[in-house]
């Protein structure tokens, strides 16, 4: 048993591909609560600062200008076990991977554009989640 919170993004290819509503219902069906949303769009500087743990990556460049180019969902979410059971719920991190029913499977393109992000820990879950969230935007 983990943490009960994890942050997610609903990246620009699956917001410009009109999936928002379908996405946040396979959320809510999958028993998570929604403590905290914003509509919004990530400057350079924030997504280079989001994924500074990437930035040596080949992809780093391609990750920031397609994390920029158009809005995203952020959100916190609650339930037992969030950070594995999140991760379960929107499949591998490579769309041709990730197994049926799950959201990249049925939302993404390819490994770039994976439609979501998902926290890969705890620690992390509540790292990003403050990156995108004050304590008073979270219910
Ligand atoms: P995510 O796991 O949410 O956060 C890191 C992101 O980097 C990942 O989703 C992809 O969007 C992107 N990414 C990871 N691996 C690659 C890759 N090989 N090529 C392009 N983008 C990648």
Not at 79 to 90: C, E, G, W, Y
């Amino acid at each position: 048993m983990t943490g009960r919170r994890t942050f997610t993004m609903i990246k620009p290819d699956a917001v410009e591909n009109g999936h928002i509503g379908a996405i946040l219902e396979k959320i809510s069906s999958a028993g998570f609560k929604i403590i905290a949303m914003k509509y919004t769009q990530l400057s350079r500087r924030d997504a280079q600062e989001f994924y500074a743990i990437h930035r040596d990556r080949p992809f780093f460049g391609e990750l920031i200008q397609f994390m920029t180019r158009g809005p995203i969902v952020s959100a916190i979410l609650e339930k037992d076990n969030a950070v594995d059971d999140f991760r379960a719920l929107i499949g591998a991190t490579n769309p041709a991977e990730a197994a049926e029913g799950t959201i990249r499977k049925l939302f993404a393109k390819d490994i770039g554009e994976n439609a979501v992000h998902g926290s890969d820990s705890d620690e992390n879950a509540l790292i990003e989640g403050s990156f995108h969230f004050s304590g008073r935007e979270i219910y």
